[in-house]
């Protein structure tokens, strides 16, 4: 998971790129990079700067003066193939021919191993890191450099090459790619897995046209939002923003990552139509349900939500069972993660330090601890034992997710099968473990109805982590471990913190 950026407009863009980039920042914390072009010689000349962090420490006002041009994009960095403690793998990539390209991705090439062989051996193209958006950079110079060989670059050439691209790679992909001297190109995978939408706006300094992951960071610069960008189809901006789109898969159904609604995207955007805040409220209201059926309402005093993303689910679920919404965790924002600690003790002190209990509302009270997912388990084990520590006589757990069962492989850093909790144990398993007094699940049909019940438009969801099935096709047992191969490089000393995601289950912005 990663948020990405592009924009052209008649004003410098430095300043845009980096608000939008802050809108997206839960996307990813890992860098943060923005290239622009211009203003002279025609946008052919790039302007680059990007670092490991967060994205208010990454620039700093000398770094911003280095950015001038009224094109540009920007991406921050959740990975989930290469070395995540590696600059060099940083976004954006660069590649000077043809015509000089500059590519943000967010996603996961599923057949990146081969992709790699194939452009060594046969595209005879070099590539430098373990990252697989260099892969897939490479693979969109090599069919933009077949489709406009002696040929001017229009966008009949380029959406020639994205229709080749299309066929060559497997997975999740959304991708902002700028052309030196053309323009922008964006394009989203035949699935539809990874969400981009497609904004503008026009004001005193003129107009701008932007891409974007979520609509919030288009909301949030000042641009309406005009449409999401369709599952295989490629949108390239011209320098003189006109806008030109065109279908480039042979086939494209609708099939976003249902793990957007539950925890990734902000709850303030609209995703493929969905409304994430109503999504999440969707899924409390089911959640309920589910939950009614598996136990007595009447043994609950308060229901109190894990912070942040929880909390529509949380709420929802509370007026429908008639029972009292409390915030019974305060969260401390500026507490390192705690995927990152060294040892399990370590995280342990972090879980903590990030959030502390208000005695009052737990003390003496059957209360029902609400999260948007459980990965690992282990946060979700210290979470209730902080509960009992504040005086809980009972504490129940409710997921408004299903177990995750099955590793990710579509851009979301999951652990393998033997790290993730609900993988071979029962609902019983589980509860026994995080040390709680009832737990309930959503239900993963109930899921998939409560969130596609908001655009009918859809064909499903990419689902694969709660139920095994994997939309591409092409991702098998055997894969999984060169799968796990490109997962980041993880502290020597812990190699149990190999999960990126655990950690964010009610510790994360």
Do not use: W
Not at 110 to 129: F, G
Not at 218 to 237: W, Y
Not at 441 to 454: E, F, I, N, P, T
């Amino acid at each position: 998971m990663c948020g990405i950026v592009g924009v052209i407009s008649t004003a410098p863009v430095n300043q845009l790129i980096y608000d939008a980039l802050l809108l997206l920042q839960h996307r990813g914390q890992d860098a943060a990079g923005i290239v622009t072009a211009g203003p002279d010689a025609k946008g052919r000349k790039f302007f680059m700067h990007k670092a490991r962090g967060m994205v208010r420490d990454v620039f700093r006002t000398r770094n911003m003066r280095g950015l001038p041009g009224t094109v540009g994009l920007g991406q921050v960095r959740y990975p989930t193939a290469g070395n995540a403690y590696s600059e060099e793998e940083a976004q954006p990539f660069y590649v000077n021919a043809p015509f000089g390209l500059v590519l943000v991705h967010n996603g996961n090439l599923t057949n990146a191993h081969a992709l790699k062989q194939e452009l060594y051996a046969v595209d005879r193209r070099h590539l430098n890191t373990d990252s697989d958006t260099e892969v897939l950079l490479n693979v969109v110079a090599h069919e933009l450099e077949l489709a406009a060989r002696d040929l001017p670059l229009t966008p009949n050439e380029i959406f020639k090459a994205v229709g080749a691209v299309h066929r060559r790679i497997k997975g999740s992909y959304a991708v902002v790619c700028l052309i030196a001297g053309h323009g922008v190109l964006a394009f989203r995978d035949p699935f539809g897995i990874r969400p981009l939408c497609l904004g503008d706006a026009e004001g005193p300094e003129g107009r701008s046209v932007m891409v974007a992951s979520e609509s919030v960071a288009l909301e949030g610069t000042g641009h309406r939002m005009v449409r999401d960008v369709a599952p295989g189809e490629a949108v390239f901006i011209d320098l003189e923003g006109r806008v030109h789109a065109r279908q480039c898969a042979a086939k494209a159904s609708l099939n976003p990552c249902v793990f957007e609604f539950v925890y990734l995207a902000r709850p303030d955007s609209v995703i493929d139509g969905i409304s994430v805040y109503q999504a999440r409220l969707n899924m409390g209201e089911t959640l309920a349900q589910r939950l009614v059926s598996t136990m007595p309402p009447n043994e609950i005093d308060v229901v109190i939500p894990i912070p942040e993303s929880s909390r529509p689910s949380a709420m929802q679920l509370a007026q429908k069972l008639g029972k009292p919404y409390r915030e019974g965790f305060v969260k401390n924002r500026y507490v390192g993660r705690t995927f990152i600690m060294p040892g399990q003790g370590m995280r342990k002190k972090s879980v903590r330090q990030k959030l502390n209990a208000i005695v009052s509302e737990f003390k003496g009270r059957n209360v029902l601890l609400v999260d948007d997912s459980i990965v690992r388990g282990t946060t979700s084990k210290e979470i209730v034992q902080m509960a009992r520590e504040a005086g809980a006589r009972k504490v129940f757990m409710a997921s408004a997710a299903p177990p995750v069962r099955f590793p990710n492989v579509y851009g979301i850093d999951m652990p393998t099968k033997g790290e993730l909790i609900a993988h071979d144990r029962s609902i019983e398993e589980i509860r026994e473990f995080i040390g709680a007094d009832a737990l309930i699940y959503q239900d993963v049909a109930a899921m998939k109805k409560a969130v596609g019940s908001l655009n009918p438009n859809l064909a499903g969801f990419e689902a694969s982590c709660f139920d095994g099935v994997y939309i591409t096709g092409d991702v098998s047992a055997a894969d999984f471990e060169a799968l796990a191969a490109q997962r980041p490089l993880q502290l020597e000393e812990d190699a149990e913190s190999a999960s990126r995601l655990a950690l964010q289950s009610a510790t994360e912005v």
